[in-house]
């Protein structure tokens, strides 16, 4: 029996099938480290998915025991508003899901570069707080030993009985010390300020906190995310806008909200709520009191650019709500950006002109200066420079028009307004609600037009990449005579 079942485990490892060169090529494909996707030290825009252990609903409402945990979809939010003001990588669109989190990041080495050393060192303390020795190490990994990773006292501020440098005019506030004592090293510098604007470290300083809170919650420990997220590559403006209306719609495609207005906790929404605000009130109005969707005027030719039998959004959709004499001029101006609540969002509309927010207009003389002046100003997002050549109000009317068409099932023809729109970004008008409805089928690794899909396979060393054939029918827009 013993002898049977050896020779038998013997031929189920012999009989298998050999991998051609090719599936070896395929696997490591699947495999290819990170590092390798995303450039650290180029601008880029990447979709990264995070999901939490097992894709059970530890962010919404378990189908089992019938516990709701809803509000923790709030912390992601917060979370994620808070860091983008801290790291130099911006949020362009975000959507937090019962189950998973859609965020789309665009890392700014260049921002970053900007900064003082003591800018640096300040805005890492405030992501990663924790005990600082009295000295620094004069061995470089030792110091980067002490600062690579989350302390146990993350959610604290330092410590109020860390021991003071020597006087001498030395800083003797334990921030301030903190931060002369990082500022003095170059090379840790040098390393804090790629992390500042590296993907990676993003997503751990999104992903630990929302973890740890939750087990402490649960009263439970172990995992909370399945794992490492999955990031995919947006070569161009097209990819851009195909995983932007993607990501905004995922609520509505998933049941859990009817129009992009009431889809909560996505940067839609975000940008909504401000052109609510912006919508002067009437006197005649008796609903102001009963929330910012009563009290939204609806224009009627706002209706025209879909049909009237499809009664999937409110009339108050985004583009009754964006016409002309309804909302004010959104201003972009960074005095203005504090008090909109999309001001840590990455605006729409694009500005090559608009140059990095940062402190970091003059150097301080003294870390004291710094601190001081990064806490009274600190801007919520790395730059006003904006995603696509397009308005707020064309981005908006353009996700309306494919949610509705999404949620109701059907394949209207594309409004004139928005065609000329995606004409421009050369997305495909007659397959973009496909496009939109399968994108997170259809492509993986990378997006964007077809032959930036092949220069992207050329630089990772690979023959092709998943999703040439579906980009070169979503993102190749027919001729026009």
């Not at 509505?252 to 929404?269: F, K, M, N, Y």
Request: neutral net charge; proline residues 7%; glycine residues 6%.
């Amino acid at each position: 029996m013993v002898r049977l079942i050896i020779m038998t485990l013997a031929r189920s490892t012999s009989d298998r099938p050999k991998t051609s060169p090719t599936d070896g090529q395929h696997l490591s494909m699947a495999r290819r480290n990170r590092a390798e996707i995303v450039v650290a030290d180029e601008v880029g825009v990447y979709h990264c998915v995070q999901r939490v252990v097992r894709r059970a609903f530890l962010c919404g409402v378990d189908p089992v025991s019938g516990n709701s945990y809803d509000h923790r979809r709030a912390w992601i939010r917060d979370r994620l508003e808070y860091l983008a003001g801290l790291f130099g990588v911006e949020v362009a669109a975000f959507a937090v899901m019962s189950n998973h989190v859609h965020v789309i990041l665009r890392n700014r080495p260049d921002v970053v570069a900007l900064w003082t050393d003591q800018e640096v060192a300040l805005r890492w303390l405030s992501i990663f707080p924790g005990r600082v020795c009295t000295k620094p190490d004069p061995a470089p990994a030792s110091a980067l030993a002490a600062f690579s990773a989350p302390t146990a006292e993350q959610a604290r501020s330092l410590s109020p009985d860390t021991p003071a440098l020597p006087p001498a005019g030395e800083p003797t506030d334990s921030l301030e010390q903190a931060v002369a004592l990082l500022s003095a090293d170059p090379a840790l510098v040098a390393t804090l300020r790629g992390r500042l604007s590296s993907l990676s470290w993003f997503m751990r300083a999104l992903a630990e906190p929302i973890a740890r809170r939750a087990n402490r919650e649960d009263h439970c420990t172990g995992r909370f995310w399945e794992g490492r997220f999955k990031s995919q590559r947006l070569l161009d403006e097209a990819a851009l806008l195909a995983c932007s209306v993607y990501v905004d719609l995922n609520p509505i495609r998933a049941g859990l909200a009817d129009r992009p207005e009431t889809s909560e906790l996505t940067s839609a929404h975000e940008r909504i709520m401000v052109l609510l605000q912006d919508i002067p009130a009437k006197p005649d109005t008796a609903a102001v009191d009963a929330g910012p969707m009563a009290a939204a005027p609806a224009d009627p030719s706002a209706t025209a650019l879909v049909e009237e039998d499809s009664p999937v959004l409110a009339e108050e959709s985004p583009a009754a709500l964006t016409g002309s004499g309804n909302v004010e001029p959104a201003r972009q101006d960074t005095a203005d950006v504090p008090l909109r609540r999309d001001g840590w969002l990455s605006p729409i509309e694009l500005d090559e002109r608009a140059e990095p927010l940062t402190t970091a207009m003059a150097a301080p003389q003294t870390p004291a200066a710094a601190t001081k002046r990064f806490g009274s100003s600190r801007s919520r997002r790395a730059s006003d420079r904006g995603l696509l050549p397009m308005t707020l109000e064309s981005y908006l009317n353009l996700l309306d028009w494919t949610g509705r068409q999404l949620r109701a099932g059907t394949s209207g023809v594309i409004p004139p307004g928005l065609a000329s729109i995606l004409d421009r970004l050369q997305v495909s008008a007659e397959s973009w609600l496909e496009t939109v409805a399968r994108f997170g089928r259809r492509f993986h690794r990378a997006v964007g037009l077809a032959d930036h899909l092949q220069a992207e396979a050329q630089r990772l060393g690979v023959a092709w990449l998943h999703g040439l054939r579906w980009s070169q029918a979503a993102f190749a827009p027919p001729l026009r005579s």
